[in-house]
């Protein structure tokens, strides 16, 4: 199939987000940006940054956290992976490193140089998952970051944007004390899913 001109534009896009360094001296270890994108995306992930294990693999949600996130999506790993069908375009595209209780936010350089960008490039009717507070503050900024308020009001942008806490294993206590969560919002969440796949 020949590449349209704004498929090539994309291409070229990605080309330089995947060799941009301008936080190498910043970073624990050499810069790695893990995108995944297409101007056919049909759902967007807007997750925070890349932990340790995703960095080495270079897949995205490759580790617990992916696997909770496409078991709340209600997706197997081959629709996951289709940039097709979803695209994922964290905070920071690169590893930050380890801080004292998890891994570092992510880089603040990332966002201004290659956000706006990316994201002009998707499709307008897409439905967007914001993942945790850098993301959150992002997209939602009238919620100041804030996950669990930003969360419990996850009916004031359905069906076009949901929030979600961060799926890590970390998060095990909001999941206990937050199980209104997956008895009232998942469902909904994999009801939006679906519905933006068909499209």
Known sequence: MTKSRSDIELSEL???????TIC????PVDPRP???VSRRSKILIAGQAPGRKVFE?????????????RQWMGVDEATFYDP???AIVPMGFCYPGKGKSGDL???KECAPAWRGQLLAELASNRLTIVIGAYAIAYHMPESGGRVTDAVKSWKSTYPELIP???PSPRN????????WFESELIPSLQAAVASALEK
């Not at 990605?14 to 941009?20: A, G, K, N, P």
Request: contains cysteine; charged residues 25%.
């Open 24 to 27: 190498a001296e910043d970073l």
């Open 34 to 36: 893990i995108v995944q």
């Open 164 to 166: 979600l806490p961060h």
């Open 84 to 86: 097709d069908k979803v």
């Open 14 to 20: 990605l080309s330089d987000i995947r060799s941009c």
């Open 105 to 107: 936010p992510p880089r």
């Open 57 to 69: 693999s270079g897949i995205p949600f490759a580790d617990k956290s992916g696997d909770r996130l």
């Open 172 to 179: 095990i206590a909001w999941f206990q004390r937050n199980q």
